[in-house]
């Protein structure tokens, strides 16, 4: 059996309009509006449907670990309910607002009180801060490799090949486990949950563990500090609608005008 662990955050809706969120200079911090339900990471919902197409092929054993503060368990089911088999939660005061080094420090100790694995795969990035530091962090922390960005992966007679993006297509790995892999949306959207898997979801247990349990007493320094957080000054932006008696009249029109503001 294949054991992959699957690292996932809950960010606030990238969908959500710009209206439904502010910035908070003082906290240093984006606020989303109340009301406003937090969703899985997107890039790590592709992840997840990564291990979730490897078990389409193999016998792997697909363990979900999510770290914060007042976790939405009820969000985080959805991965229950497309066939991971186990979810644990890091939930502890401790591990809200953290950096991306000291989020890698966290799951990384999570992961080893896990103990046995042979994947990781995280999200590329997050859709909140898209640092990309997380993943990579966990594969340092833990020393074993990484391949980032991987679309693909594939066992064969036990070797385990994965397609890596790159600028002009893609490149075929092959590696050893234990192993560490980021992926984006080239693995594609995350599958949809049946009726009956989603009530069978609510019964599956949900694993909670406090800082203690993970046996950290103390984050690491920070390597990185956030000096300021504002919201960009946004110019006045003026529009000249530029008329026509017909299509052609106002493309005309509108030809001289770029002329004119020397556009063209």
């Not at 997840?48 to 503060?69: N, P």
């Amino acid at each position: 059996m294949v054991k992959v662990l699957v690292c996932m955050k809950l960010v606030s809706d990238p969908e959500a309009p710009v209206s439904s969120f502010k910035v908070d200079s003082e906290a240093k911090q984006v606020i989303a509006a109340s009301g406003s339900p937090p969703v899985i990471n997107p890039f790590d919902e592709n992840a997840l449907e990564a291990a979730l197409k490897l078990k389409d092929i193999t016998d792997v054993k697909i363990t979900i670990i999510s770290m914060g503060q007042n976790l939405a368990k009820a969000v985080l089911r959805k991965t229950l309910a497309v066939g991971a088999e186990e979810l644990i939660l890091l939930d502890d005061v401790a591990f809200d607002d953290l950096n991306g080094f000291s989020t890698a420090f966290v799951l990384a100790a999570a992961i080893i009180k896990i103990g046995e694995f042979d994947i990781i795969l995280c999200g590329r990035q997050s859709a909140d801060t898209n640092a990309g530091q997380v993943g990579s962090g966990i594969a340092q922390i833990l020393k074993i490799p990484c391949v980032t960005v991987v679309r693909q992966l594939k066992i064969n007679d036990g070797k385990l090949t994965v397609e890596r993006v790159v600028s002009a297509g893609y490149e075929i790995i092959e590696v050893m486990t234990p192993v560490l892999f980021t992926v984006g949306n080239e693995s594609g959207e995350l599958r949809a949950a049946t009726l009956k898997a989603i009530m069978e979801s609510q019964k599956k247990p949900i694993i909670t563990w406090k800082a203690g349990d993970i046996c950290l007493d103390a984050l690491p320094q920070k390597q990185v500090n956030l000096i300021k957080l504002v919201t960009p000054p946004h110019s006045q932006i003026s529009c000249q609608i530029v008329e026509g008696q017909s299509p052609e009249v106002a493309g005309v029109n509108l030809a001289n005008k770029l002329k004119e503001v020397k556009i063209i």
